[in-house]
């Protein structure tokens, strides 16, 4: 049922979405060099690897240089991308994994391999799910950027504070997950975003 409600809403929203998905690929293009799009490899389902897509909003190959993201403060975000990270409309291209099935709408973020070894025996029952598109932890840490901004060291920050508050809220969305449960977290995402 969940799968069948995912796959429903996101190529639905694919298609209402469409007029904005070109107005932010001119946008993109108008704004800086490289690609509309970025892909970069997660974490999935059973533990398997997938491309998650994103709208472009750094400089290319910026993901060399560090996998942490600093908000506003990051000097390798392009002006449409401040915006675009800001209202979380670079996140839109993965309802084309959720089409896919590699994703839900409603599920544990997928992490990078990177940061996926640190993972406890217990914070890896989140990856026996379809990562989603929101999920507890996506609102609670919206300013995710801003808070790493702030710490002499992000890397080290977000590996001892911040993943484990993230895998916790997680893991409580699993024991807790239900349809009616998907739909209030759906609702509070649009409204955190939009409003």
Known sequence: MKRLLDFFL???ALLVLAPLFLVIALAIVWDSRGGIFYG???IGKGEKPFRIYKFRTMRPASDQESLISLGSGDS???KVGHFLRAKKLDELPQLWNIVKGDMSIVGPRPEVPHYVQYFTSIQKKTLQVR???SDYASLRYLE????LAKSEDPEKTY???ILPKKLALS???LEERSLWGDFKIIGETVGKIFF
């Open 131 to 133: 990562p989603g598109l």
């Open 76 to 78: 390798r975000i392009t």
């Open 159 to 161: 590996i001892e504070d």
């Open 40 to 42: 970069q490899v997660r």
């Open 144 to 147: 995710e950027g801003e808070l």
């Open 171 to 173: 893991l409580q969305y």
């Open 10 to 12: 996101a190529s639905l």
